[in-house]
């Protein structure tokens, strides 16, 4: 969608809220208009103008909270607004209307914190705002704006001067020392219950984001597990990655289930569910390691994928909200998956470490691994069951959902992009857990299961530093020319791999066990084919958010259904390696990556030709 076609979705909420006949028609209304230009915002925050209409929708939604008597929740969207006003007027201090905005933002915090009678508050914000318009009276000392906001700053500047002399009044004769007293208590209450919120906010945060890491850790488990089924239970390739498979065959099952449940359940009970779901999941494959059961396994990957799906659909959001929305709750959402990126590095290692010898893996060996989650998974249980946690906004369609798939699948570039987010996760977890298992092959690869699991975790850890480099770049490349861009260098990197001889031997540097027991980057002798793949990695690493800008374009109201597709279809994680081990067996390893070269070939053609919006004549308002 472009961006002005945004821009006018969102005018056209701030028009339902003003004619909404109650305050929660407005309210909705209201937050869907400052959520469309927050999109809008965050997809391109080098246009200014963007940023000065994604302030000023803020400010109104401050002003409609605080005309409701909710202070509280005035403030919050005030702070984002100061939050945006800075960042304009310190990228140019000498712009007038950045000047202006700032000066205006800081007036409008200052007059809430008036309210809440917090003189500290007030004199941080009414200072920068004094300080702001006396410069732009020495600038333009006959501009009538500049003239109007001097004369608001002034009466402001005057409730503020009775405040002061007020509470130093209060201060100095109140009452009888027993009222003091009581006064001392309700204001000690009063810190104490901000400060115990304050501290229940960051615990809240910090196990999202360990949830957050969770998702990787549980599903990259499945892979290097393979060498493990292939040595307890002589499976095949195809059959070791059939815990894979199970795990993310769960999305396909419960992506739709998983979307209503939010909507019934809300946020929490939601992230409830999903990490008991998870608790199980890994305790069924750890009971597995005690029957020696290549079944009960494959049911422990089956239930953990359940919560992994579920967990994809909360951690975002709720973080964005414990981040108060805006540029900090980005900042933790970004915190968040670089930790998901660390954990989905370190488990083929820790993995890897712990089986040391491919030919005495046993699923037993793996049980620390199991430990850890488990561990983490109840804690974060137990602590989400304590904690207060704010709930994010749901925007909740009259439609049934039904008629919005129906709806969303009229759009030819949302279903390739659907097509291409199936292959995608595929190639992902394809080009890894099968290089893992060639690598751990003695008559392939060479290596033991240890220095396997550690150059799979290089390929993820390139993952994590593509997704950096990603981030940086993603104002400045459009989602269409970074998608093209890295399935053309993921394919002739796999091309490389297929027809180069595995019997040439390369050094590159991948983590390595120190007699000190640290993970030192060290060089190590691999197949040159390993070499190409790892850097598949860097390739993989951008993919699914360019698919996604490419595929909800000009969806509007069926973004929802839109994303409850996708995630059935991260299925494709399961289905594309199971597919790629078969063709191992049959085949080859590296003969079996020619499944992965369909793959990206695909991607590429959905970059430059599938993910253009053909349908614009499809209503979406």
């Not at 200072?127 to 410069?135: F, G």
């Not at 981040?323 to 290692?349: A, D, E, H, R, Y």
């Not at 390139?462 to 459009?478: F, I, T």
């Amino acid at each position: 969608m472009d961006k002005e076609m945004q821009i006018r979705i969102a005018l056209s909420y701030m028009g339902k809220a003003k004619a909404a006949s109650t305050f929660e028609e407005a309210e909705e209304n209201m937050k869907k208009h400052v959520e469309t230009m927050a999109s809008i915002y965050h997809q391109d925050k080098t246009d200014d103008r963007i940023a000065k209409g994604y302030m000023s929708s803020l400010g109104q939604i401050s002003l409609f909270y605080e005309q409701a008597g909710r202070i509280e929740n005035g403030l919050e969207y005030s702070l984002q607004a100061f939050e945006i006003g800075k960042y304009l007027y310190e990228k140019n201090p000498q712009q007038f209307d950045y000047a202006i905005g700032y000066s205006v933002s800081c007036i409008s915090v200052s007059k809430i914190y008036l309210k809440l009678r917090d003189a500290e508050k007030i004199k941080k914000y009414f200072d920068v705002a004094k300080q702001l318009l006396q410069q732009l009276q020495v600038k333009h000392p006959e501009d009538d704006m500049v003239g109007s906001y001097v004369a608001i700053k002034n009466d402001l500047d005057k409730e503020i001067d009775a405040l002061l002399a007020s509470k130093q009044k209060s201060e100095s004769s109140y009452g009888t020392s027993s009222n003091k007293d009581t006064r001392n208590v309700k204001s000690k209450k009063r810190e104490d219950n901000s400060q115990q919120n304050q501290r229940g906010k960051i615990v809240a945060i910090v196990m999202m984001v360990f949830l957050f890491g969770m998702i990787s850790f549980v599903t990259n488990l499945a892979a290097p597990m393979g060498v493990v089924l292939k040595n307890q239970f002589g499976a095949t390739n195809a059959m070791g990655m059939m815990g894979n498979m199970a795990n993310f065959i769960a999305y396909a099952v419960m992506g739709i289930p998983g979307g209503l449940l939010l909507q019934k359940r809300g946020y929490k009970k939601t992230a409830l569910i999903a990490v008991a779901i998870g608790f199980i999941g890994v305790l069924i494959q750890y009971l597995s390691g005690h029957a020696a059961s290549f079944g009960v396994y494959l049911l422990g990957a089956f239930v953990a994928g359940f919560s992994m799906c579920l967990l994809n659909m909360v951690v975002n959001p709720m973080l964005n909200t414990l981040g108060g929305g805006g540029n900090k709750g980005n900042q933790l959402i970004q915190m968040g998956g670089s930790f998901n990126s660390l954990c989905g590095t370190m488990v083929p290692i820790l993995v890897g470490a712990l089986v040391g010898e491919v030919t005495k893996a046993n699923i037993t060996d793996v049980y620390p691994v199991m430990y850890i989650a488990m561990t983490i998974f109840g804690l974060v249980f137990i602590v989400l069951n304590i904690v207060a946690i704010p709930e994010p906004h749901l925007v909740k369609s009259d439609e049934p959902i039904g008629a919005l798939i129906n709806g969303v699948l009229r759009f030819r570039h949302f279903v390739l992009g659907a097509i291409a987010i199936f292959v995608y996760v595929g190639v992902e977890i394809g080009t890894a857990g099968t290089m893992n298992l060639f690598l751990a092959d003695p008559a392939a690869g060479g290596l033991d299961a240890t220095t396997a699991g550690f150059v799979a975790g290089t390929y993820w850890f390139l993952m994590l530093c593509g997704r950096l480099l990603g981030a940086s770049l993603g104002g400045k490349v459009s989602s269409r020319a970074m998608l093209a861009t890295v399935s053309t260098v993921g394919l002739l990197l796999v091309l490389c791999a297929i027809f180069t001889s595995t019997a040439i031997r390369v050094s590159i540097p991948v983590f390595q066990t120190s007699a000190a027991g640290n993970l030192p980057f060290e060089m190590e002798q691999v197949p040159i084919n390993a070499m190409f793949l790892v850097l598949v990695g860097l390739c993989t690493s951008i993919m699914w958010g360019s698919i996604f800008n490419l595929a909800v374009e000009g969806l509007g109201k069926y973004i929802a259904a839109a994303s409850g597709i996708f995630m059935v279809l991260v299925c494709g994680g399961g289905i594309v390696p199971a597919i790629q081990g078969y063709v191992a067996d049959v085949a080859g390893y590296m003969p079996s990556y020619w499944v992965i070269v369909v793959c990206l070939t695909f991607l590429l053609y959905y970059a430059l030709i599938g993910s253009k919006n053909v349908n614009r004549d499809i209503p979406v308002d």
